[in-house]
Each structure stands twice: as structure tokens, then as C-alpha cells.
T-cell receptor
Framework: QKEVEQDPGPLSVPEGAIVSLNCTYS??????FMWYRQYSRKGPELLMY????GNKEDGRFTAQVDKSSKYISLFIRDSQPSDSATYLC???????????FGAGTRLFVKA | DAGITQSPRHKVTETGTPVTLRCHQT?????MYWYRQDPGHGLRLIHY???????DKGEVSDGYSVSRSKTEDFLLTLESATSSQTSVYFC???????????FGDGTRLSIL
């Protein structure tokens, strides 16, 4: 079993839809949670960074962490064609250099 | 954008040849990382550095070596390339452990 599981998709939605992207994990020591966006032939770009449980909002993006369920989510409101990309979740534990990445979910937003 | 430059951006080489990939940063970050990205596997850590001349292995380090003689440069070497090392290689940097990593745009390496 992988430490981090992420549905690879693809997920296809119409423009303006609310998108929900999710990851589950098995290591209860993870405390730092990140979401990255990766366009084709580019490097991952940090979208959200949260510590421990709770919600964080930045513009159209909201990240949620539920440590009791070992489940994290990224919501995208009013999705745009420019949001079409692969979204990677990532997480790490305190005192470690190692960040574990999900395999990524491909998202297509249709105009 | 974080000041990270990877070179070359693309490379095609033959099995058995040595290959060196370069990562250069202008952010003066202490930590640098090399990952490979393959379909279905996501990003996997090859090696990382926590300072000049301080490096350690990641989860897929076999067949790779690294060097860091200056804060700004982190080199990844494939001593004798194999077809299984065909991949996209990303360099990342972070200011401290557990701080978010920022990535370069990758090197596409094909080994024939």
C-alpha cells in the first residue's frame, strides 16, 4: 500500500463547476500538507501549504485537512479552462526531509 | 517564480554512457533535492542535500550520485545510464526542512 493515494483521473468538468480533489494517506505522523499544480512539461507549482488540521482558503482555492480520517482535499471554485492541469498532493512529517507526493490527478475544465 | 534553472532541458543518450544533470538556484536556499517523475509513480526522491558537501540518499538512489560544491549548484550523475533511468528529472529547493519545496521545470532524459 502506498503512503499516499490519489485518484489519477482524468476528471473532466464544465467551466464554472466546483472541483473536489482528494488524497488519503496512511502515516499518522504527517503534519505538513501541500497541493501543487503541474502544467504539461512544467515543474510542479505550489498552490497551498497547511500545517495540521483545518481549512485554508486562497482566492478560488480551499484546502482541507482531516487528520482523524487521514484525508485531505482541495476545492476549486468557479473552475476555469486555465485550471486544466495535474494536481499533486504532498505531505511530510516533522523533523524529516522526506516529502511524499501523490501520483497526481489530471483535471480538464471544458469551456 | 523561484530562481531554479535545470540544464539541459532535454537529452537523448545511449545505454552505458555517463550523464550529468545540473540544477542551479539563485535563492540561496539550504536544501536541494533531485526527483524523478514517472507515470503512475509520481515524484520519487533520488538524493537530497542539506548543505554544501552534505548529501543523503532518497528512496530510488541506486545508479545515481550527487555532488554539491557550492550552495547554488546541485549535480546529479548517472554513472552508466540504463533504459530504466529514462524519466523526467526535477530539481527542487526549500529554505528549511518541512518548508514547501519549489521546483524547476525539469530535464527530459531518454536513454536508448
Amino acid at each position: 500500500q502506498k503512503e499516499v493515494e490519489q485518484d489519477p483521473g482524468p476528471l473532466s468538468v464544465p467551466e464554472g463547476a466546483i472541483v473536489s480533489l482528494n488524497c488519503t494517506y496512511s502515516n499518522s505522523a504527517f503534519q505538513y500538507f501541500m497541493w501543487y499544480r503541474q502544467y504539461s512539461r512544467k515543474g510542479p507549482e505550489l498552490l497551498m501549504y497547511t500545517y495540521s488540521s483545518g481549512n485554508k482558503e486562497d482566492g478560488r482555492f480551499t484546502a482541507q485537512v482531516d487528520k482523524s480520517s487521514k484525508y485531505i482535499s482541495l476545492f476549486i471554485r468557479d473552475s476555469q479552462p486555465s485550471d486544466s492541469a495535474t494536481y499533486l498532493c504532498a505531505m511530510s512529517a516533522s523533523g524529516g526531509f522526506k516529502t511524499i507526493f501523490g501520483a497526481g490527478t489530471r483535471l480538464f475544465v471544458k469551456a | 517564480d523561484a530562481g531554479i534553472t535545470q540544464s539541459p532541458r532535454h537529452k537523448v543518450t545511449e545505454t552505458g554512457t555517463p550523464v550529468t544533470l545540473r540544477c542551479h538556484q539563485t535563492e540561496n536556499h539550504r536544501y536541494m533535492y533531485w526527483y524523478r517523475q514517472d507515470p503512475g509513480h509520481g515524484l520519487r526522491l533520488i538524493h537530497y542535500s542539506y548543505g554544501v558537501k552534505d548529501t543523503d540518499k532518497g528512496e530510488v538512489s541506486d545508479g545515481y550520485s550527487v555532488s554539491r560544491s557550492k550552495t547554488e549548484d546541485f549535480l546529479l550523475t548517472l554513472e552508466s545510464a540504463t533504459s530504466s533511468q529514462t524519466s523526467v528529472y526535477f530539481c527542487a529547493i526549500s529554505v528549511a526542512e518541512n518548508q514547501p519545496q519549489h521546483f524547476g521545470d525539469g530535464t527530459r532524459l531518454s536513454i536508448l
